[in-house]
């Protein structure tokens, strides 16, 4: 059975450039989460999606950052236009949902440098 | 100020030592614990989850949870070189779809 997949694996980008981060989640899962890492911040929730639909976004991520799911086994995050402090991991994770403590399953991550 | 906080930051215990890592939470809604572990260069990975009061013990790992003074612990028994990672305590909210608050994570180093 196939994780989490997450696309690509390192990005660098100009500061000003938009860039687009892609996640494909555990094939029947219902819940598709996006997080940032970094040393100092640790793992920050940016998005959370239930059946496609947006159930959270992050609050101080709103501004620069999109996340969208087309469909059940795509989602994309928008960066638009990226920060020198946009440099993180960006964390993709998916879980079958349907309560409260479902496990959550992460894939690698996308290490992203904004010069 | 994080409503999950783990210590130590930092741990390092010589092979077959036993590794303690602890947790805290500054919110009783809180239900639902969880320890995650990542290797480097990948993303996290659950362990365990507790839910209710007392020990869970899954092979040489243990977990306990006190629910009234919102303290969950991890212990490793035996640690191999392959447990040296950044453990994370997680917790998730009653009525919250499934949502995780984490801890800022200890990481591990198990000495040969």
């Known amino acids: 059975d196939a994780g989490v997949t997450q696309t690509p694996r390192h990005e660098v980008a100009e500061k000003g450039q938009t860039i687009i981060l892609k996640c494909e989640p555990v094939?029947?899962?219902?819940?598709l989460f996006w997080y940032r890492q970094t040393k100092i911040q640790g793992l920050e929730l940016l998005s959370y999606?239930?059946?496609?639909?947006?159930?959270?976004d992050g609050g101080a991520f709103k501004d620069r950052f999109k996340a969208e799911m087309l469909n059940s086994s795509f989602s994309t995050l928008k960066i638009q236009p990226t920060e020198p402090k946009d440099s993180a991991v960006y964390l993709c994770?998916?879980?079958?949902?349907?309560?409260?403590?479902?496990?959550?399953?992460f894939g690698p991550g996308t290490r992203l440098t904004v010069l | 100020q994080q409503k999950v906080q783990q210590s130590p930051e930092s741990l390092s215990v010589p092979e077959g030592g036993m590794a303690s890592l602890n947790c805290t939470s500054s919110?009783?809604?809180?239900?639902y614990f969880w320890w995650y572990r990542q290797h480097s260069g990948e993303g996290p990975k659950a362990l365990m989850?507790?839910?209710?009061?007392g020990d869970k013990k899954e092979g040489r790992f243990t977990a306990h949870l006190n629910k009234a003074s919102l303290h969950v612990s991890l212990h490793i028994r035996d640690s191999q070189p392959s447990d040296s990672a950044l453990y994370f305590c997680?917790?998730?909210?009653?009525?919250?779809?499934?949502?995780?608050?984490f801890g800022a994570g200890t990481r591990l180093a198990v000495c040969p």
């Open positions: 994770a998916s879980s079958l949902g349907g309560n409260n403590y479902a496990e959550q399953f």
């Open positions: 094939s029947g899962h219902n819940d």
């Open positions: 999606f239930r059946s496609k639909s947006l159930m959270e």
């Open positions: 919110d009783h809604n809180f239900q």
């Open positions: 989850s507790i839910f209710s009061d």
């Open positions: 997680a917790a998730s909210l009653s009525g919250s779809f499934n949502k995780l608050t």
